[in-house]
């Protein structure tokens, strides 16, 4: 049986991240989140993962001393709390009833969820997909996440990756990813150089993994003439085109003029978002995450409502931890509607404070069985990881900071070539 | 800790009904439910409630066969079960992928998904409400359900209630109602009488009770003029206009025309229908009912995408027992977005075969707090009801040819009024 939560720590990390580039621009030495270690009276404890930024580790922090005395099983008392802090602070910043305030409620509640329902699986003897439904499948595809990238961060040695900044470099990544994890899809992180060169980087995917699906994913940055022009030099070629342009307007009139279905986890983020694309037809396919949708069970009913609008379901990745990894596994695991293969961003991290995590092979993770998330904590790796945060400076991500601090004009056109999103 | 099926019982039973009119005809004297009783390894057993007639009664017993072994916390491995049963009717039937498969699907896994959640509330030990996310009310609000009837089944004494087929009856029908229940809204049962005749009851009830929320539901046998109509004679008077015509289009038209939010349970009956229905803006408000949507899960899921679409959510009700009863409540409990009073024919019902059902008082239930949905079968009064099923000869609801049989010209007419719907 559960007990009542007794405790809850929120521990901000830092874990080491190469510098992948995207529209905003290159990923800095250090990725931030936030660990959430649930306590209960009798002596168990589950665990979360979020965002580190600062605004919202203290949105956490300020849920987390609310939280003792709640029983981890009844959700929606916590929900109860985390509305109520939304509320006073949106009320502070006159954002009440917003879609800011949904996201923030979505962002907050979520790490509390999961690590409830990890303690909850815990006490009864179950994995976290079990009290989601039950699996479906016992191994979750996922995609190869392929990034433009630059050998190394400055005064650092480089990594076995290396460099990846023109179609050779993009497919040397796949294979060797591929050749690792043995993914069965393939997303390029696009949004960096020039639309048609990144083009270019997909077509030369085409052409050398002919038989698996091709995602390209410019964050929103491309205009719709661009991404039209660009969808009719892809045609045949993408399995979805994700967020090439922004906003639910802009993503409709898109839509309408191609073939390709639009996935996005850009213009639906909330429940708000879904009705208007709904109506416009401004997509085909929703990228859920349960990190901002509001948690694993927020996400289950996500994929209800996409399959009952004929919607698409794959999830988001951002950079994340074991944690997040289990948590989105056995999400996958119990969703019946999930369309395709899920991104991550794992094969790009190297350090963890977990043990237990799911492991990949065949392009897939096992679905743990263990009772609850099937991951341990390893407290001196937390300790160690959150000594990184201390001292790496970093307490908010700025990927476009960090670039225009490090690579000037014109050794940015000279990696990214001319036409670059970033001059 | 729960363990896996080991029987499951279905039983039909029959239960003292009263003569109660509606659209379809009347109210025969014994209506018809299925009791499922879900037993397992341990020795614990869940119940649920579903319809009687003979083709569902005998899906049941199929599905029921399967489940022996089956894990009564993983609602997605039941789902596969009567899915695949559903698949092969279906394919004999030819109507696979159906709306017609989707309903029986729907009403064929929720008697086992309650008595699986009761189970397993059993076994851990909580409410069933806590297994959908934790009541967000301790109480849950009930209306007052109007029906016209006649004063007593034939050759059957007439009851406490006697006769209400003009608005005095329906008034006194109301006043006795609230009397014993406390109920704070009420909704006329209709398309029984002229539509005027009928709208004049509605009157009747806002001259009686000022304050109360008032509805009308003519089960979709009124034409879109007729609806118009009336909707204007009742304009202000209506809380809201419940299935007055037939088929999203036809409530489509309606809503264009008139200001009275719209509610269905007969447009909107399977998850396929929602799109349509949200395109078109054919309805305002769902009254939901786990019995066919497939369950106290699916009902949440339908409440999120209510939510998500902006349409306001009840409850439908059929005669039901207690086990229903208690479902109904613990649902009403754990869905946040709830917006209107649920219905019930709880008062129209003499005899049950479980103790322990939700008590009504101040026009709402009491949520269980004990384990599972917080009943327990009483098997001698079980045993009762289903030798009431075997004596009673009835197979399958027919309300028209029970009206038929017993209620011949003039007499209805006479009963009715000129331009009553059986006419």
Chains 1, 2 share one sequence.
Not at 92 to 107: C, H, Q
Not at 139 to 150: E, I, Q, T, W
Not at 208 to 229: G, K, Q, S, Y
Request: glycine share 8%; charged share 20%; aromatic share 8%.
């Amino acid at each position: 049986m559960t007990s009542p939560i007794s405790e809850v720590i929120v521990t901000p990390v830092a874990f080491a991240d190469p510098p992948l580039l995207n529209a905003a621009g290159v990923h800095e030495p250090y990725a931030l989140r936030s660990i959430i270690e649930v306590r209960c009276a009798d002596g168990s404890y589950g665990l979360g993962e979020s965002y580190g930024n600062t605004a919202h580790l203290e949105g956490l922090q300020a849920v987390a001393a609310q939280l003792p005395g709640l029983d981890p099983m009844r959700r929606n008392d916590l929900a109860r709390v985390v509305e109520r802090h939304v509320r006073t602070v949106a009320d502070d910043g006159g954002s009440a009833g917003s879609v800011s305030a949904t996201r923030t409620f979505g962002a907050l509640i979520s790490p509390f969820e999961v690590a409830c329902l990890d303690v909850t699986g815990k006490a009864l003897g179950r994995p976290v997909s079990d009290l989601l439904g039950g699996a479906v499948r016992d191994r979750v595809d996922f995609s190869a996440y392929l990034f433009y990238r630059f050998a190394a961060h400055p005064g650092q040695d480089v990594d076995e990756w290396g460099a990846a900044l023109d179609p050779e470099g993009i497919v040397a990544q796949a294979r060797k990813m591929i050749t690792e994890y043995g993914f069965g899809s393939i997303k390029l992180k696009a949004g960096v150089l020039a639309p048609d060169a990144e083009a270019d980087a997909i077509l030369a995917l085409r052409e050398a993994f002919p038989d698996l699906p091709l995602r390209i994913d410019p964050n929103a940055v491309w205009d719709v003439d661009t991404a039209v022009r660009i969808a009719k030099r892809l045609d045949g070629v993408l399995e979805y085109f994700e967020d090439p342009v922004r906003g639910i307007p802009e993503m409709a009139a898109l839509s309408a003029q191609i073939d390709v279905p639009l996935a996005t986890n850009m213009c639906v983020v909330a429940w708000e978002h879904v009705a208007p694309a709904v109506r416009d037809d401004a997509v085909q396919i929703v990228l859920s995450d349960h990190h901002y949708w509001g948690g694993l069970r927020a996400c289950t009913e996500l994929a209800r409502t996409c399959e009952t609008f004929g919607l698409g379901l794959s999830m988001h990745s951002n950079s994340h931890l074991g944690i997040s990894l289990a948590a989105m596994v056995h999400l996958g695991a119990a969703t019946p509607h999930l369309t395709y293969a899920l991104d991550t961003h794992w094969p790009w991290k190297h350090e963890d404070l977990v043990t237990g995590a799911p492991v990949f092979s065949g392009g897939s993770a096992a679905v743990p069985t263990t009772p609850g998330l099937g991951v341990e904590l390893d407290r001196d790796a937390l300790a160690r990881l959150h000594e990184q945060y201390l001292s790496s400076g970093i307490r908010a991500r700025d990927d476009i900071g960090y670039l225009r601090r490090n690579w000037a004009e014109p050794e940015l056109t000279k990696l990214l070539g001319e036409g670059h999103m970033f001059s």
